[in-house]
């Protein structure tokens, strides 16, 4: 991940929504490092019902940016409206391989890479040896999802 990318949230885990601003995860950790769990709750949540999730960010400066370090290739499937349907995850680890098994695949924006993390890998989908898919439901959301009050 990008400097400075990743965030945390208050999310309503029913809901799929956050409440209250986004935190810098680096913020976050810094601040919380000597808290036990019930006081970084309070700490993102306040009064709200939720626990403390990361999240990727869409508007962060960095998250159009292609990633620069070593990292797999992915292919972004959208419906009709935009909306991520599934990633699928090269897990080749040489140019040969990518070349013969992950064709269409590119390397990730920062934004991507944040997403393509599985929150429980447990629920990938092994596609082939090389290929893996994972689901949005199964990765880090957006920071800006709001709950409605």
Known sequence: MGVNYSKVICADETKKCRYGQPIHEKDYREYTAKMNDQEKNNFVCKTSKGTPRE????????AST?????TNKVKIELDKNGQYTSFLVCNCN???????????FKQPT???????????KEHETTLSPFVTKILPSNTYSNCYNQCKV
């Open 55 to 62: 999240c990727c960010d869409p508007f962060d400066p960095l």
């Open 66 to 70: 292609l990633v620069t370090e070593k």
């Open 110 to 120: 920062q934004y991507e890479k944040c997403r393509i993390r599985a929150i429980n």
């Open 94 to 104: 040489d140019k040969a391989c990518e070349e013969q098994n992950c064709i269409g």
